[in-house]
């Protein structure tokens, strides 16, 4: 009979090969989705006509304390490609800031300048930006909805781009594909920019042109009025109201339309505390979004491979949570039966590696797929992998949280926007860094002790010899943990500097960026 020792020992393996094939899973989801790409990729959605008479358009221009970026969203939108008399731009101000003077203003300009703008402040800010989207279409006149977040420069002949694919009277929303004007100004938004290709370029093209439901990404993209109102209107029960909305209108039978090639260029956090900040709004609105809605999928009269690929979509920040796990046990494990790590002596360390190669040559594959289909060189996308891995290891606990807080927390939370610079270049938004609160919590501290205990744990690995095959994989979870954990420390000094350098009362932006 075996003794207490070794049945925890037993237990604790069995616990560790399960959550390695939860990761796993997920990581062979993505070979689905890279062969629906490669099947589907060539079905590119063709407009089933033409209007004869263009119809009206209604922008809305959300907006929250956006000092840096309100006048240039909202000159761009007013240089939009389309006729006059048939656009209405709507600026949706919940501003606690002198941001809403500057918004104000400008929209008073433009208006002086022949443009159909309406500037419209709400101060009780209910229902956060659903409901100030929802307070707008109550004064909408246009068929058609563009909506655009802040930080983003619309193109102006986007409108003729897309609103053609309304002539089918079943499509209810034309989603274009994120541009990045900051791509290239550090490491950090780079990996960002490759996050987000392969979301825009392999998710949603993959699931788009096979059938399957996709989500509107919240900005740049055109819907159908009627198909808001249908679906149930803007609802602010969830953080991510854009794939709670797109989920129940896709359910109601409207179709969705993705542009890969409409490119709408935008502002990528240049600093990891709101990198954090809207990974975890995003982690835990998709989380909600999937306590909510996944009962009536399932129960929903609809294709198996719909239902399947709405699951994968909408539990997929889950996986954090074993990915945390993973980090943890890794060294009791070994402790526990070092020899399941040792490739020279059992079996079973095949089974191993073969869960580790199953999850790095699918986020590899992935990654490098989306930088080629994009256009970019795909080879330098392939060196990024092992840093692509290390970020989204690092960034697991405060996403960790988000899925918790999803799963457990109450349902109607503060909806805390990133912040935008209007700027590229590190220099340039450093110098701003003292308008945004850094809440001081516990999370960098734990970030950097995972980073340590990893550290020691890859120290053993060597010493002992036991486990040479997780030393890769250690090293990339360590430095992901620290360099997330050391860069929060470093952008709350940068912003402390900047205040002392140059003082600005808290009381002028009052919004704190946890991280």
Not at 113 to 124: A, E, M, V
Not at 444 to 450: A, C, D, H, S, T
């Amino acid at each position: 009979m075996p003794s207490l020792i070794e049945t925890i020992q037993t237990i604790l393996v069995g616990f560790y090969l399960v959550t390695l094939g939860v990761l796993t899973i997920y990581g062979l989801h993505r070979y689905v989705q890279l062969f629906l790409y490669w099947r589907y990729s060539k079905k590119a959605h063709v407009p089933a006509g033409k209007f004869s008479e263009l119809p009206k358009v209604t922008v809305q221009l959300p907006m929250y304390n956006e000092e840096y970026v309100a006048e240039r969203i909202i000159e761009g939108t007013c240089k939009l490609d389309y006729p006059a008399d048939k656009l209405q731009i709507q600026v949706l101000d919940d501003s606690t800031d002198e941001s809403k003077d500057i918004a104000r203003e400008c929209c008073e300009r433009m208006r002086r300048l022949g443009h159909n703008i309406q500037y419209i402040h709400r101060t009780n800010r209910e229902g956060y930006k659903a409901g100030a989207l929802a307070n707008g279409l109550n004064h909408a006149t246009g068929e058609f909805i563009l909506i655009f977040d802040a930080d983003f420069v619309p193109e102006p002949s986007i409108l003729n781009k897309t609103l053609d694919f309304f002539t089918d009277p079943n499509v209810g929303c034309v989603q274009t594909r994120w541009d990045h004007i900051n791509r290239l100004d550090s490491w950090l938004t780079r990996c960002q920019a490759i996050f987000l290709d392969g979301h825009f370029m392999v998710e949603h093209i993959a699931r788009n042109r096979s059938g399957r439901f996709i989500n509107f990404n919240g900005t740049a993209g055109v819907w159908r009025k009627k198909a808001i109102d249908d679906a149930g209107g803007w609802q602010h029960d969830t953080l991510t109201e854009d794939i709670d909305l797109s989920y129940r209108a896709q359910m109601r039978g409207w179709q969705f339309v993705f542009m890969p090639e409409v490119l709408a260029p935008a502002e990528l956090p240049p600093e990891i505390t709101a990198f954090k900040q809207q990974q975890h709004r995003w982690t835990k609105g998709q989380v909600q979004t999937a306590v909510k809605l996944l009962p009536s999928i399932m129960k929903a009269k609809l294709p198996w491979w719909i239902k399947a690929e709405a699951f994968f979509h909408l539990t997929t920040t889950a996986v954090y949570i074993p990915a945390i796990i993973l980090s943890l046990i890794l060294f009791p494990v070994w402790y526990a039966h070092p020899g399941l790590f040792d490739f020279n002596s059992e079996k079973v360390a095949l089974l191993i590696s073969s869960f580790f190669g199953i999850l790095t040559a699918s986020a590899g594959s992935f990654y490098v797929m989306s930088q080629k289909a994009a256009g970019r060189n795909q080879w330098k996308a392939m060196a990024m992998v092992p840093l692509l891995m290390a970020v989204g290891m690092g960034v697991s606990v405060m996403n960790g949280v988000a899925v918790l807080e999803g799963l457990f927390g109450k349902q109607d939370t503060e909806f805390v926007r990133t912040p935008k610079y209007g700027v590229t270049g590190a220099a340039a938004w450093k110098k701003k860094a003292s308008n945004y609160k850094k809440k001081l919590n516990l999370l960098p501290f734990v970030e950097v002790g995972f980073g340590l205990y990893l550290i020691l744990c890859t120290v053993l690995a060597i010493w002992t010899d036991t486990a040479g095959g997780t030393i890769p994989f250690l090293l990339i979870f360590a430095f992901g943990y620290l360099y997330v954990g050391v860069l929060t420390f470093h952008s709350r000094w940068l912003a402390g500097r900047a205040r002392k350098e140059a003082p600005v009362p808290i009381e002028a932006n009052p919004e704190a960026i946890a991280a």
